[in-house]
């Protein structure tokens, strides 16, 4: 595979995960895979992506052979904290995240600074048991969330992702979906904003921002209407 169509696989499956469309995303990361299967765009970006999917043994086994090649990392940290934290793995999500917590790019004027509140929030709940426990509750309404939402009963999931979020904090993904139903099928942008907006305070992430720059366009154009 040459290098530029190696970069446009690359850019390809970039956009289709921050759009959300993980599956279309791992198909442009596995055909990088076949030219380059130990480099860290294809091993991080596939152990993220499938971690999205909800395939967390396969992520993990991504993520760890990452680190194993190339050491360890503040993004590596991060990501086998978020793995393991998702997979119930209380007392190793705790010391990845304060692994990653002493990491320069977390420090004051590091690159990753802006998820250090996150990251602490998250080592928080990780070492109180009882409240770690809260964040097993939630997923379990968040799975709950989406069979509502795919039976069509929205207004029944919205809020079982709301309740999803009122159990663990960091949950932002609840938050994203809440929204993302007000905005795309109840065409209420104006009660998706204020929940996309929470997301990224949490996430910083470049899809909810997106959502986030949607739902105000949408809200814009409504006022010009009236």
Known sequence: MNKFY????????LNAYIAGDYQKAERWFR??????????????????????????EEAERYLLREEKLYGASFYR??????LTYATGKRKEAARRYRLALREPECA??????????????????????????????????????????????????????????ALDETNWPALNNAASIYMNTLKQPAEAEPLFSQAFELSHSIQVARNVELCRQAINRGQKKK
């Open 108 to 165: 004051e004027g590091g690159k990753m600074y802006h998820m250090r509140g996150f990251m602490e929030k998250r080592l928080a709940m990780c070492e109180d048991e009882k409240r770690y426990t809260g964040t097993r509750k939630a997923m379990e309404f968040f799975r709950q969330a989406e069979e509502s939402r795919e039976a069509g009963a929205h207004q029944e999931a919205i809020q079982k992702f709301l309740q999803s979020f």
């Open 6 to 13: 190696a970069t446009l696989c690359e850019r390809f499956g």
């Open 31 to 56: 055909k990088l895979e076949q030219s380059e299967p130990t480099s860290i765009r294809v091993l991080r970006n596939l152990g993220v992506i499938l971690l999205a999917e909800g395939r967390s």
């Open 77 to 82: 940290h991060s990501a086998l904290a978020d």
